[in-house]
């Protein structure tokens, strides 16, 4: 089954990234990308338009939530 759902992960721990990124591309979800950072993902998001944003609330350059 491939599922047509968008997904961005956000997430600074690159072991934790790597996992939530390779599970979601086993479950056949279309990973728009992975991020290490706020920055990173803005810039990323600028080209991108997720269904689904996955997103550590503890980044190293400012809030997930912001």
Do not use: H
């Not at 956000?10 to 790597?18: A, G, H, S, Y």
């Not at 599970?23 to 990173?40: D, I, P, S, W």
């Not at 997720?50 to 809030?63: A, E, R, T």
């Amino acid at each position: 089954m491939n599922i047509d759902t968008q997904i961005i992960v956000v997430e600074d721990d690159m072991v934790i990234r790597r996992r939530l990124c390779n599970a979601l591309t086993e479950c056949n979800y279309t990973l728009a990308g992975c991020f290490a950072t706020r920055k990173q993902s803005i810039e990323g998001l600028q080209n991108i338009a997720p269904d689904v944003l996955l997103v550590d609330l503890g980044l190293p350059d400012g809030s997930g939530i912001d």
